[in-house]
Nanobody, 120 residues
Framework: VQLQASGGGLVQAGGSLRLSCAAS????????MGWYRQAPGKQRELVAT???????YYADSVKGRFTISRDNAKNTVSLQMNSLKPEDTAVYFC???????????????WGQGTQVTVSS
């Protein structure tokens, strides 16, 4: 299973970006999908997740500004980022937890990362 992320870039503070991530390969079902980020010199941190049923979770730092969504038919997850701040600058990674079959479950895969830079 591979993840292909897109949508990063450079934006001024207050601007918006939309990240997308598509999963492909041998997937029986996808459970949680999410976005993480890692700023220079810092540990990777959770940004947002969305469960198969649509339940979402957001880090406090992005609540009210970011929105995560998924398209189960296309195996994609997106992150709409509004009111961006310089502290949102990081490499963003998508993550998918999935099952390969009814008997082969709980796999985890990461995307390659996409750079988001917010200038002040």
């Amino acid at each position: 299973v591979q993840l292909q992320a897109s949508g990063g870039g450079l934006v001024q503070a207050g601007g918006s970006l939309r990240l997308s991530c598509a999963a492909s390969g041998s997937i029986f079902s996808i459970n949680n999908m999410g976005w993480y980020r890692q700023a220079p010199g810092k540990q990777r941190e959770l940004v947002a997740t969305i469960a198969n049923g649509g339940t979402t979770y957001y880090a406090d730092s992005v609540k009210g500004r970011f929105t995560i969504s998924r398209d189960n038919a296309k195996n994609t997850v997106s992150l709409q980022m509004n009111s961006l701040k310089p502290e949102d600058t990081a490499v963003y990674f998508c993550n998918v937890k999935y099952d390969r079959s009814r008997w082969s479950r709980d796999y985890n895969v990461w995307g390659q990362g996409t750079q988001v830079t917010v200038s002040s």
